[in-house]
């Protein structure tokens, strides 16, 4: 049968992929929407040291978390070597030992179901500091082996790629639904009706919009963030950890001296918004150089801004949409989306083929995201 993905950020690529895989016939449609989330994404995949208590939330990032080294082998095979992932392992940096005391006993805790988190090291100031000679000399630090980096853009690019080496075609448009009383009819593209058995939108925060039109009311926000990119000179920054300072920023470095410092959380602005504000870059900055007062003479390459889209409640959801026969959703990725994104978008593809998922569709209802009339 045939298939049709709008919205190809990282769940929407990661679904694309998955189903071409599978031997189905995909047309992946994206607008290129300024703010897309992935394409902006700091990158971090370290999902255990978090204190957020909810399950099903760490259920699906723990997972997702453990996803990337069967995904980043499939796609290599796909000779997509480019995914931009790398296990650097993270340093969560803290004065407070007791502070400390606690995360090696939580990463400790969570490694009997998460082997994947690797060894968990208690470093000291010193050793702290020529992990990532930027910092201050101040923070202690547990280290994770486990923890990775990703770049979104390019691994989206891979599985993009990967899907249409499988048969998949990429389109570049706004797409909307066409519809026949209940069904789903297919997608109209530049003018162009394309028919299709079956619907799936990964919109990210513009998801709305796209359901709107069936009365569908799809209760799903955005919070704007800015990040910043810069560049240190002469340094092979290649190998440093992801660094969680106490605030609530993170600093990562790339290869080549490329730094990542961010990112802001801003509630409240117009998703038409993607400006780089003086306050954005003065938060960022503040926090970034108070950690890491090494990065002061860094370079400024680039501010990056995109929207995180979330639900009510925090979670993602994902289903199909109850009343029309053939259409489905996944969004509400929110702040961990490029952690939860390549696993969600396999789960979706197996879903959209009848196949029986790992996830428990129940926590992540699609209904909870829809207004009742
Ligand atoms: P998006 O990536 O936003 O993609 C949606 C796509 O749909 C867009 O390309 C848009 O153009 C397209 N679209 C919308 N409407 C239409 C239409 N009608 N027709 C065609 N196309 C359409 N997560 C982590 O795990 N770790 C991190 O370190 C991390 N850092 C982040 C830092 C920043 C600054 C931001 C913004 C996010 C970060 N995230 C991180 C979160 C993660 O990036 C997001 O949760 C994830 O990328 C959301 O992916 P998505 O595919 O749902 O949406």
């Known amino acids: 049968s045939k298939y049709i993905v709008i919205g190809a950020g990282i769940l929407g690529a990661s679904t694309a992929y998955h189903l071409a ?4 016939q995909v047309i992946i449609i994206d607008r290129q929407d300024k703010g897309q989330a992935t394409d902006a994404a700091a990158g971090i995949v370290c999902p255990w040291i978090s204190q957020r208590r909810n399950k099903a939330w760490y259920n699906l990032a723990k997972s997702g978390a453990k996803y990337y080294a069967t995904l980043i082998k499939e796609l290599e095979n796909d000779d997509e070597t480019n995914t931009g992932y790398k296990k650097i392992g993270a340093i969560s940096l803290h004065t407070d030992q007791e502070k400390l005391d606690k995360m090696e006993e939580r990463a400790c805790n969570r490694r009997e179901n998460a082997p994947e988190i690797g060894e968990i090291t208690r470093l000291t100031v010193n050793e702290t500091q020529n992990q990532f000679p930027p910092l201050l000399e101040r923070y202690s630090s547990v280290k994770i082996s486990g923890a990775a980096r990703v770049n979104g853009r390019a691994l989206r690019n891979a599985l993009i790629q990967a899907a249409k080496k499988h048969g998949a075609v990429f389109r570049t448009g706004s797409a909307s639904l066409v519809t026949n009383d209940k069904n789903i009819v297919g997608v109209k593209v530049n003018e162009e009706v394309i028919n299709a058995n079956r619907v799936i939108v ?3 925060v513009w998801a709305n919009d796209i359901l709107k039109p ?3 009311n799809f209760l799903v926000s955005f919070q704007k963030a800015q990040i910043v990119h810069l560049q240190i ?3 092979e920054t290649d190998n440093w950890p992801v660094v969680m300072p106490p605030n609530d920023q993170y600093i990562l470095a790339f290869e080549g001296g490329r730094v990542v410092v961010g990112a802001t959380h801003e509630n409240e602005k117009e998703i ?9 870059l003065y938060e960022i900055f503040d926090k970034a150089l108070a950690v890491a007062p090494g990065l002061s003479d860094a370079t400024i390459l680039e501010t990056r ?3 995180r889209p979330f639900t009510a409640d925090f979670l993602p959801v994902i289903g199909p949409i109850p009343s029309y026969e053939g259409l489905y959703v996944a969004n509400g990725l929110g702040a961990s989306g490029l952690t939860i994104g390549p696993y969600l978008g ?3 593809a197996k879903l959209v083929n009848g196949e029986p998922l790992e996830i428990d569709l129940n926590l992540y209802d699609v209904k909870k995201a829809i207004q009742p009339e």
């Open 346 to 348: 396999m789960q979706l």
């Open 202 to 204: 990964t919109a990210g």
């Open 305 to 307: 801004v995109g929207f």
């Open 214 to 216: 069936l009365g569908i």
């Open 272 to 280: 038409t918004d993607t400006r780089v504000t003086a306050g954005g």
């Open 21 to 24: 895989k599978s031997g189905e």
């Open 233 to 235: 000179e002469d340094t």
